[in-house]
């Protein structure tokens, strides 16, 4: 177990009981593109899981994470595959059984400071614990992070760069739900000044 590797499955399994929570839906796992962004944040919060992000089709993405997830198919996870199924299928992506127990076990031991990236995660996914909801919350971040501009862009500079990003952007979230997800980002601190 690497601290990245605990890293990943304790917030998948946490994200897990917030779905259920929130949506009263048991999840089976946690899509590739729900990991995808799960991860961004938590990197994005300040834990180097060594991932290079990158503007993608569906928001940040990383290439060399689904490397790291072929390393642990079948020993901490189920479901991952070849890679030949469309991402928005939402395949659940399974914890083996006692991988979230091995990963809390090994956080709590070796990385005890990990359990605050947790919470603020926990905290800025409440209301957006959802494929949609990571998705617009990640890219709103990135916009927001990844202006360019010396200051902090307007909810309409990012608004306008969500829209900008790819048709399919524009056309899935509305102007009302990046404006949400920006105050989401700035009322829990993700977002400079």
């Not at 993608?56 to 991952?80: C, D, I, K, S, T």
């Not at 010396?150 to 790819?166: L, R």
């Not at 952007?169 to 949400?180: A, G, V, Y």
């Amino acid at each position: 177990m690497t601290r990245g590797r605990a890293a990943l499955l304790e917030l998948m399994h946490r994200y897990m009981g917030i779905a259920k929570a929130e949506n009263f839906v048991i999840l089976d796992g946690v899509s590739l593109l729900e990991i995808q962004k799960l991860t961004y944040l938590l990197q994005a919060w300040g834990e180097n899981l060594q991932l290079r992000f990158m503007r993608g089709r569906y928001g940040p993405y990383a290439e060399n994470l689904n490397h790291v997830l072929q390393r642990m198919e079948g020993h901490y996870l189920r479901g991952y595959g070849d890679r030949s199924e469309h991402v928005l299928k939402l395949r659940p992506i399974q914890l083996m059984p006692n991988a979230a127990a091995t990963a809390q076990i090994w956080v709590d031991k070796n990385a005890p400071g990990l359990r605050e990236g947790f919470t603020a995660i926990e905290e800025l996914l409440l209301g957006f614990s959802s494929p949609y909801g990571v998705e617009l919350l990640s890219t709103v971040h990135w916009v927001a992070i990844e202006s360019g501009l010396e200051s902090m862009p307007t909810v309409a500079d990012v608004i306008q760069g969500v829209q900008d990003w790819s048709n399919r952007k524009q056309e899935l979230f509305t102007p009302n739900h990046i404006q949400r997800a920006y105050d989401q980002l700035a009322k829990h601190g993700w977002l400079k000044s």
